[in-house]
T-cell receptor, first 119, second 110 residues
């Protein structure tokens, strides 16, 4: 078990460009979350997948943001027409099937994040 | 509005000086409260899950407790390697969303 991996670790782009990040969850984890974290703040929820189904999206996820998990394994987060305000750490977390199910909640395990800088 | 507030924002301790971090929440239908440790430039590292008031969890020098309105993370005889930001998060019914606090930045001096 190698943990959640994210690529790239760092991305510098110019305003207006599109970027895509990838998250590989812990194997056999069927639940996947994306968060955004800015300096001095806690992670902010962006979206949640259970297998390949995207079950919840935050209002923070504007129409410039899209996330996919096509085969229920890895996931991608794309930001179109990037703005300077998109500069942040983008975190992915996964959770195993049934973890905390009896309690109706999941324990999430985070990846190292992708640091995005928009110039 | 559902909120999670952590205090203090920052804390400096001498090595061996025990203290507590606070996480207060105003959500209904709490499903779980989570504590994470985050080192600079890294993703949060899971520490504890607490499900109901009165529950306690321990790991090495850390002990987490939960009441109906708040959680405490007690650090006993901390060491410099305990320096990090400690985050709490809550999950409540009716949503898949987890709400994080802004964290407490802990610095333990040798």
């Amino acid at each position: 078990d190698t943990g959640v991996s994210q690529n790239p670790r760092h991305k510098i782009t110019k305003r207006g460009q599109n970027v895509t990040f990838r998250c590989d969850p812990i194997s056999e984890h069927n639940r996947l979350y994306w968060y955004r974290q800015t300096l001095g703040q806690g992670p902010e929820f962006l979206t949640y997948f259970q297998n390949e189904a995207q079950l919840e999206k935050s209002r923070l996820l504007s129409d410039r943001f899209s996330a996919e998990r096509p085969k229920g394994s890895f996931s991608t987060l794309e930001i179109q027409r990037t703005e300077q305000g998109d500069s942040a750490m983008y975190l992915c977390a996964s959770s195993p099937r049934g973890s905390g199910r009896a309690r109706g909640t999941d324990t999430q395990y985070f990846g190292p994040g992708t640091r995005l800088t928009v110039l | 509005e559902d909120q999670v507030t952590q205090s203090p924002e920052a804390l400096r301790l001498q090595e061996g000086e025990s203290s507590s971090l606070n996480c207060s929440y105003t959500v209904s239908g709490l499903r779980g409260l989570f504590w994470y440790r985050q080192d600079p430039g890294k993703g949060p590292e899971f520490l504890f899950t607490l499900y109901s008031a009165g529950e306690e969890k321990e790991k090495e020098r850390l002990k987490a407790t939960l009441t109906k309105k708040e959680s405490f993370l007690h650090i006993t005889a901390p060491k410099p390697e305990d320096s990090a930001t400690y985050l709490c998060a809550v999950h409540f019914g009716g949503t898949y969303k987890y709400i994080f606090g802004t964290g407490t930045r802990l610095k333990v001096l040798a």
